[in-house]
Nanobody, 122 residues
C-alpha cells in the first residue's frame, strides 16, 4: 500500500513561484507523477519522475518552467513551479505507479493524493 500527501499549494501572482511537495509512505520503488485538474476540465499530466530519479518528462505547457525532483532519503517528490501563469490554476495531485507504461496518463496510476490547490492571479 502507498499513501500520497501533497502540500505547498496556495495563491500567487502571475510570474511568481511555488514549490509543491509530495510525501509518501509504504513501498518506495515507484514512479511519481504530478497531474492537475482545473474546474470543468479533465485531469492532465504535468510531470513524472522514475523511482531512480534518472528519467523525467514534462507536459509541453510547463517545460522550462516546472522542475520535478525526488529525495529518496526523505521519500518526497517536489514540483518547483516558476513563471506561473493564470492558466496554471488547478488542483494539483501526485500519484504513484510501479509500472513504466502510461506514465503520462492518469489511468496509469494506482495511488493518488487528495490534491492541493494552486491559484495564480493575473
Amino acid at each position: 500500500q502507498v499513501q500520497m500527501v501533497e502540500s505547498g499549494g496556495g495563491l500567487v501572482q502571475a510570474g511568481g513561484s511555488l514549490r509543491l511537495s509530495c510525501a509518501s509512505s509504504g513501498r518506495t520503488l515507484y514512479n511519481v507523477g504530478w497531474f492537475r485538474q482545473a474546474p470543468g476540465k479533465e485531469r492532465e499530466f504535468v510531470a513524472v519522475i522514475t523511482w531512480s530519479g534518472g528519467s523525467t518528462d514534462y507536459a509541453d505547457s510547463v517545460k522550462g518552467r516546472f522542475t520535478i525532483s525526488r529525495d529518496k532519503v526523505k521519500n518526497t517528490v517536489d514540483l518547483q513551479m516558476n513563471s506561473l501563469r493564470p492558466e496554471d490554476t488547478a488542483v494539483y495531485y501526485c500519484a504513484a505507479t510501479f509500472e513504466l507504461e502510461r506514465l503520462t496518463n492518469p489511468s496509469g496510476y494506482r495511488y493518488w493524493g487528495l490534491g492541493t490547490q494552486v491559484t495564480v492571479s493575473s
